[in-house]
């Protein structure tokens, strides 16, 4: 066998585990930086592990498209279109568009955030806008899609980010000396 065919044999078998696990940095970050959010974290920090996570799902967009759709687009919609029947009955897989402009959206916001200060606040719409898509993509990736395991993790942190935003807005109107959830900033 020569070295690029033991190469892809090798990477072929890893290629759906890093696609994973990608997807789970990713998710991970997003959770990590809504609780620091919540707890009062200073924006320098928050800003960092929100490009962490960004970098995580651009590894996790690599994967999938190089491991699992082999760089085809109608590849990566007939697998979205098989996940989703297998779970829904409705074999949907114009699905992945959301992701595209997901991961658009997060890559304009990375870089509108390392452009301006970091204490800048976004639009109030735009940054809700931003995590309810997180949120649904999150949801459905393990709750919905995701396999027995995930699910009680998945509703698990929903319900603990749905608490924590809920305190947050509590204290807030309250008086609090603190930022508005849910913004990026």
């Not at 829904?88 to 390392?114: E, H, M, P």
């Not at 395991?149 to 609090?176: D, H, M, N, Y």
Request: proline fraction near 4%; include cysteine.
């Amino acid at each position: 066998m020569e070295t690029p065919e033991v190469l892809n044999e090798v990477t072929s078998g890893l290629g759906p585990e890093l696609t994973r696990w990608t997807a789970r940095v990713a998710a991970g970050c997003w959770v990590f930086w809504l609780l620091m959010v919540v707890a009062g974290v200073s924006g320098r920090s928050r800003r960092v592990v929100w490009t962490a996570g960004l970098v995580a799902h651009l590894a996790h967009v690599f994967c999938a498209f190089h491991f699992i759709h082999h760089w085809s687009h109608a590849e990566a919609v007939l697998h979205t279109a098989r996940l989703t029947e297998g779970v829904t009955g409705w074999g949907f897989g114009q699905g992945v568009w959301i992701n595209y402009v997901f991961t658009l959206a997060w890559l304009t916001d990375v870089v509108w955030w390392w452009s301006r200060p970091v204490e800048m606040v976004r639009s109030r719409g735009w940054s809700v806008g931003l995590h309810w898509v997180f949120a649904f993509l999150f949801f459905n990736a393990t709750v919905v899609f995701g396999p027995w395991g995930w699910k009680p993790i998945g509703a698990g942190v929903v319900i603990l980010l749905g608490v924590a935003w809920k305190l947050r807005r509590k204290e807030t109107a309250t008086g609090s000396p603190t930022d508005e959830i849910p913004s990026s900033g």
